[in-house]
Structure formats: C-alpha cells, structure tokens
C-alpha cells in the first residue's frame, strides 16, 4: 500500500531522496507580522530528521517567524515530469556564533567543495553570527506526476 500524503514516511521515497539532495534552491513560506504570505529561496540542508537552514541575523524573515513560526518548505526539480517535496512544520530559530555548520555542508553542495568554503570563509568575515532555521516535518507531500498527481487531478 502505497504512503499517503502527510505522512513522514514519504521522505523515504526515491524521489524524495533526490530532491533532498538538490542544488535548486527550496522556498520557505511565511507568514509576514502584517499577516500576508511571503515565500522565499533558501538553501537546506537535511540532516535525516529536520530542514537547517542559515541566515544572517538582520534578514527580515526572523521577525515573521519569531511571532509565527509555522512555515510551509517545496523542493523541486526542474525536469520533466517534475519531482515536489512538500513539508509543513514549525521553524525553530537558535542564534549561533560563526556560520551555521550545515549553512557550510549546504554551499558545499551548492556551489562544490571548493566553491563552497571560498564562499563560507567570505562569509565569516562579513557576519560574525548567523541563525540557525530548524524545521521538523510535521507533514510532508510528494508529487511525481507519474503515481504521485496534486489531489486535483488525482483518480
């Protein structure tokens, strides 16, 4: 029987593995203090149980989601046909000296090894703390549009 939707268990999947390992971008959606939507890219990196995520800590998204940490995160592909990982959590926000170590693990993938540590090593030298994102799926989706079709146009 196969995992229905909001169950965690879909992280296993194959093609949710993939997605966790991408180098697009995922987008985080907030709610803003004024109470409208916002959604931004972001890079993650998953560590088998949660989404961390890093960002300096003067970005704007803090203040949201310190008065509202319920967020929504979607990782796609850019192929046909398209690969979407939807998650539904709480964010968790943790100040830390330095750069975040999985923001580090995140530009390495990103960007490759060497790439990645120029861009961390200029980093550190920008900002001398960051904020460290944490977000436990509470719920998680997945479309593959071959077996997995949004609710819409399912059978």
Do not use: C
């Amino acid at each position: 029987m196969p995992v229905k939707q909001g169950d965690l268990g879909l992280l296993r999947h194959p093609a949710s593995a993939e997605l966790l390992q991408s180098k697009i971008p995922a987008r985080l959606a907030y709610v803003w203090t004024d109470g409208t939507p916002r959604v931004v890219p972001i890079w993650f990196h998953w560590n088998g149980r949660e989404f961390v995520m890093g960002t300096p800590p003067k970005a704007p998204k803090l203040k949201a989601l310190a008065k509202n940490p319920k967020v929504a995160l979607t990782i796609d592909d850019n192929n046909f046909p398209h690969k979407v990982l939807l998650v539904r959590g709480t964010a968790r926000l943790e100040t830390v000296d330095g750069v975040v170590p999985e923001y580090a693990a995140a530009a390495e993938r990103y960007f490759g090894r060497e790439q990645g540590q120029a861009w961390v090593n200029q980093l550190r030298a920008l900002i001398p703390q960051m904020v460290r994102i944490t977000i436990a799926p509470e719920w998680v989706g997945l479309l593959d549009f071959q077996t997995r079709f949004p609710s819409a146009i399912s059978p």
